[in-house]
C-alpha cells in the first residue's frame, strides 16, 4: 500500500466530531481534580485525542526528543467572522514549575502531531488558523509565586528554564498569558520544522479552576 494511502487512512481512523454550541474535554485520570472543561458559543470541530496520542509510540522509535513523546487532552477547531480558530486544551490537577512547562509542552507536541495530520486535507492551511494554547488548573499558592519570583537566583539549568517560564506567566503578566513564537520556546530549539510544520506564533493561557471545584465553562468570545 502506498504511504499517502496508509496516512490517508488516519482521517478515517480517528474522525473529528462536530459538536454544536458547546463540547466537553475531559481528564481521564483517575486520581485528577481538574476534570473537565467545556468551550461554548461556537460550533466545534473536536478531534479525538487518542489521534496524537497514537502517535507517541511511533515518535518514541523514531526519535530521542521527549517533545513528541507528550499529548494533551484535546485540540478543537472552529470558526468565527470569517477567522479560523485552533484551541489545544491541557488540564492539570498538580501545581509546580515542572507541571505548568510539561503542559506547554503537552500543547505543542498535540500541536505539531495534529497540524500533520491536518495537511493531508486539500482544505486546511495553517496559516489560515490562528493557533492557542489552554493550560486550566487550580490556582497557584503563595509558596508557589514567591519561589518563582527567585528565579534570577538560580543556576543556568533545566529548573531555571522553567522557573523563568513559569515567572513570566505569572508575575510578570497579570493576565496569566503570554504570545510566542517559536524561537521562544525553547522545546524547539535544533527541530528542523518547515513552515508548515509549526505555527508563526501561539498565544497560551493559564485559566483558573476555583479551589472545591473539577470542572469549568469557558466562552471562546473570550479568546479570539
Given at each position: 500500500?502506498?504511504?499517502?494511502?496508509?496516512?490517508?487512512?488516519?482521517?478515517?481512523?480517528?474522525?473529528?466530531?462536530?459538536?454544536?454550541?458547546k463540547v466537553d474535554i475531559y481528564e481521564h485520570e483517575a486520581k485528577a481534580t481538574v476534570r473537565k472543561v467545556t468551550w461554548i458559543n461556537s460550533d466545534f470541530n473536536y478531534f479525538d485525542p487518542t489521534l496524537a496520542k497514537d502517535m507517541t509510540?511511533?515518535?518514541?522509535?523514531?526519535?530521542?526528543?521527549?517533545?513528541?513523546?507528550?499529548?494533551?487532552?484535546?485540540?478543537?477547531?472552529?470558526?468565527?467572522?470569517?477567522?479560523?480558530?485552533?484551541?489545544?486544551?491541557?488540564?492539570?490537577?498538580?501545581?509546580?514549575?515542572?507541571?505548568?512547562?510539561?503542559?506547554?509542552?503537552?500543547?505543542?507536541?498535540?500541536?505539531?502531531?495534529?497540524?500533520?495530520?491536518?495537511?493531508?486535507?486539500?482544505?486546511?492551511?495553517?496559516?489560515?488558523?490562528?493557533?492557542?494554547?489552554?493550560?486550566?488548573?487550580?490556582?497557584?499558592?503563595?509558596?508557589?509565586?514567591?519561589?518563582?519570583?527567585?528565579?534570577?537566583?538560580?543556576?543556568?539549568?533545566?529548573?531555571?528554564?522553567?522557573?523563568?517560564?513559569?515567572?513570566?506567566?505569572?508575575?510578570?503578566?497579570?493576565?496569566?498569558?503570554?504570545?510566542?513564537?517559536?524561537?521562544?520556546?525553547?522545546?524547539?530549539?535544533?527541530?528542523?520544522?518547515?513552515?508548515?510544520?509549526?505555527?508563526?506564533?501561539?498565544?497560551?493561557?493559564?485559566?483558573?479552576?476555583?479551589?472545591?471545584?473539577?470542572?469549568?465553562?469557558?466562552?471562546?468570545?473570550?479568546?479570539?
Open positions: 500500500m502506498a504511504i499517502c494511502e496508509i496516512l490517508s487512512k488516519i482521517l478515517t481512523l480517528y474522525p473529528s466530531s462536530i459538536s454544536r454550541g509510540a511511533f515518535f518514541q522509535k523514531a526519535t530521542e526528543n521527549e517533545l513528541f513523546w507528550k499529548d494533551c487532552d484535546g485540540v478543537i477547531i472552529f470558526e468565527h467572522d470569517g477567522k479560523k480558530y485552533m484551541f489545544i486544551t491541557e488540564l492539570k490537577s498538580g501545581f509546580s514549575t515542572q507541571v505548568i512547562y510539561k503542559a506547554k509542552t503537552q500543547i505543542i507536541s498535540s500541536f505539531i502531531k495534529t497540524n500533520m495530520v491536518l495537511h493531508l486535507l486539500s482544505c486546511y492551511k495553517l496559516e489560515d488558523y490562528i493557533v492557542k494554547g489552554f493550560i486550566v488548573g487550580h490556582p497557584p499558592k503563595p509558596d508557589f509565586i514567591y519561589n518563582v519570583s527567585k528565579a534570577d537566583m538560580l543556576k543556568d539549568n533545566d529548573i531555571k528554564i522553567q522557573h523563568e517560564f513559569a515567572r513570566k506567566f505569572f508575575i510578570d503578566n497579570k493576565e496569566h498569558s503570554r504570545s510566542l513564537k517559536p524561537k521562544d520556546l525553547y522545546c524547539l530549539k535544533g527541530l528542523p520544522l518547515g513552515d508548515r510544520g509549526i505555527f508563526q506564533n501561539i498565544e497560551l493561557y493559564f485559566i483558573e479552576v476555583k479551589d472545591g471545584n473539577s470542572e469549568i465553562e469557558l466562552d471562546v468570545m473570550n479568546y479570539i
